[in-house]
């Protein structure tokens, strides 16, 4: 089993920034992927950026250049660096740990962005 919680979330104006965070725990040896995904009201959840453990990343188009994901393997934490925000980045953020082809799903932190 792994646990993930996300922080970091908050209200914030376009044009500002946010760092998100995700702590995992338990059984993290055989986690091969982390990322951080979005869901806004009535839309589907989407990958917004995700890293393997050799560091390759990846992101979704809209996001590109403005997000930044990284992760302190000492910490066991994942991060999101988001900057240039704008109102369609509001959404619920939810940090996702893969292991063993499961996917382990925190409970979300909100991220509203303010025009």
């Known amino acids: 089993q792994v646990q993930v919680v996300e922080s970091g979330g908050g209200l914030v104006q376009a044009g500002g920034s946010l760092r998100l965070s995700c702590a995992a725990s338990?059984?993290?040896?055989?986690?091969?992927?982390m990322g951080w995904y979005r869901q806004a009201p009535g839309k589907e959840r989407e990958l917004v950026a995700g890293i393997t453990s050799g560091g390759g990343t990846t992101y979704a188009d809209s996001v590109k250049g403005r997000f930044t994901i990284s992760r302190d393997n000492a910490k066991n934490t994942l991060y999101l660096q988001m900057n240039s925000l704008k109102s369609g980045d509001t959404a619920m953020y939810y940090c996702?740990?893969?292991?063993?082809?499961?996917?382990?799903w925190g409970q979300g932190t909100q991220v509203t962005v303010s025009s």
């Open positions: 338990g059984s993290i040896f055989s986690i091969n992927l």
């Open positions: 996702a740990a893969r292991r063993s082809e499961i996917l382990y």
